[in-house]
């Protein structure tokens, strides 16, 4: 993790490197979450594989579960803390950072095969949504649906996700907010 500032003269400096590693895990996609002003907070979709890779039968294998993880690099004490690390039932491929602040709720959505869910850290529950389907799929019907990149637009009222699906297909995600809390 390298910090950027300014020196006395506004240039921009980079600092010397913090260490984030954690052995046995693969990295899936990264982002970073909008918490305003705090310290800045990374998700990050990890797969913890020691235990697979010490067991020759390929039983740890398949019981390896994916899990979404909060980073928080704290300006302070200048050095990265593992916040948060919750086991999902999904495997996942990539997470979109939800505004937060004035603009948005916060949290991330995972995208999912055959689903988007929506994850804050705190009170609010998870909302899952399914992706819809093609009435007639070119593909393969029975093969499932992924996203594979998005974009997030944002004003100062709204904002709203566009993710485009491997089949080309490109659906708008927005959010439900009412006092705070994402309903749908």
Do not use: W
């Not at 909302?127 to 004003?155: E, Q, W, Y």
Request: aromatic share 8%; charged share 25%.
């Amino acid at each position: 993790v390298y910090i950027l500032n300014r020196d006395s003269s506004a240039r921009l400096t980079i600092s010397s490197p913090l260490e984030a590693h954690k052995s046995y895990a693969i990295l899936f996609h990264m982002v970073g979450v909008d918490v305003g002003f705090e310290n800045p907070t990374f998700a990050c979709l990890e797969l913890d594989y020691e235990d697979a890779d010490q067991d020759s039968t390929g039983e740890a294998l398949k019981q390896a579960q994916q899990t979404l993880t909060y980073y928080e690099l704290d300006l302070g004490l200048n050095h990265v803390v593992r916040k948060f690390s919750e086991p999902l039932d999904h495997v996942c491929n990539i997470l979109i950072s939800v505004p937060g602040g004035v603009e948005g709720p916060s949290g991330v959505i995972l995208c999912a095969e055959n689903y988007v869910i929506y994850k804050n850290v705190g009170e609010q529950g998870d909302i899952k949504m399914p992706i819809p389907r093609r009435v007639n799929d070119l593909d393969n019907p029975d093969r499932g649906i992924i996203f594979v990149c998005s974009a997030t637009h944002k004003t100062k009222t709204m904002f709203f996700v566009l993710a485009q699906t491997e089949q080309g297909d490109v659906f708008k995600i927005t959010l439900q907010v009412e006092d705070e809390v994402v309903t749908e």
